[in-house]
């Protein structure tokens, strides 16, 4: 590993700053202590700037290198909220915030970025600009999205972006990456299915919504079968179903259903909106019911470029001796915001057997962030090797 022996020198003192932030969550925006803790430790490295405020509640630090004859400006992202939802880990550092807890790993990946930051504030062996991106509100906000909006690409420059996230089944420190789609858009749905309500006893003299409201759902998964191509990927799930009744004798007046619609292009994601819209109406239509969909539009398909998907690899076999070639994944990730504006690459980082992120009982790894660590500043300095 290129720099094993500095980061093998700090992991105490990461793995210090994961524990606090552990303790610590924030969700979505509100990661005002975070983006404090984060802004404090990147001033006291000595980074050639700090600003806050980005995208309501993000960070951005530059670090110069000792040269500047490339003009090359790299940005390096983590995120760092947590996630609604209870932990339930015997940790000693476990969730002190009822009802927030880090399962994502999400202060894993911004351990790992502070800890690159200080080994590149201390050696600078590099000829351009680092620019390091702290960015809240991935989990569902779209915190990527408004660092964007606040101009943060032109505003300082960036030409290319890389982010990283770990992996759980992944051996730890080991790196797998894929170019083109990597993580699927990421939609979702809300409809209201209105028929008449009437007594459970006299189901002639109603319009039963849940009736209706069951074949819309089980149509719904047409769009996979038989709409969308066979080698193209697309999941419809329905994930709320609700009456406007609980009584056991009154068929409800109204259902609500929600869910969410994910792909790897856009064209899928086209079709996928058009048809849902289409067979919620008409099914519905053919009960002598109505639907009213409401659909919203989340995180675009992420796209990882091949010139720095290639690199990104190369870079990651230099500090664990191999990379895989990673499956593609249906979840939604908000840097597709920022790839959509310059190219770069994701890739994961193993963090080892265990429970699967978005898990109550998820651990990140402390284990992995070396190898973490290492690929971020590897991707400085062989980006841009020093003149």
Partial sequence: MPVKNRFAE?????????????????????????SAFVAERLKEFGCDEVTTGIGRTGVV??????????????GLRADMDALPMQEHTDLPYKSKVDGAMHACGHDGHTS????????????????????????????????G???????????????????????????????????????????QFEMVIEGRGGHAAKPHLAIDTTVVASHVVIALQTISSRIVSPTE????????????????????????????????????????EKSLISIAQGTAAAFGATATVDYKRGYPVMVNSEVQTEFAAEVAKSVSGKCEFADYTMGGEDFAFMLQERPGAYIFVGNGEGPDVHHPEYVFSDEAMPAGCSWWAEIVEQRMPAA
């Fill in 112 to 143: 790992m970025l502070l800890g690159a930051a200080k080994y590149l504030s201390e050696t600078r062996n590099f000829d351009g600009t680092v620019v390091l991106i702290f960015q809240p509100a991935e989990e569902g906000g779209g915190g």
């Fill in 10 to 34: 700090l992991l105490p003192e990461i793995t210090a700053w994961r524990h606090d932030l552990h303790e610590n969550p924030e969700i979505l925006f509100e990661t005002h202590r975070t």
């Fill in 145 to 187: 999205k408004e660092m964007c909006d606040d101009g943060m690409m032109d505003r300082w420059g960036i030409q290319e972006v890389y982010g990283m996230h770990n992996w759980p089944g992944l051996p730890v420190g080991q790196f797998a990456i894929r170019p083109g789609a990597f993580f699927a858009s990421a939609d």
């Fill in 233 to 272: 990927q697309v999941v419809v799930s329905v994930t709320s179903f609700e009456t406007s009744s609980k009584a056991h004798n009154v068929i409800p007046q109204t259902v609500h259903l929600r869910g969410t619609v994910r792909a790897l292009s856009d064209e899928t994601r086209d079709l996928a």
């Fill in 61 to 74: 630090a530059v670090i110069k290198g000792k040269s500047n004859t490339s003009g090359k400006v790299i």
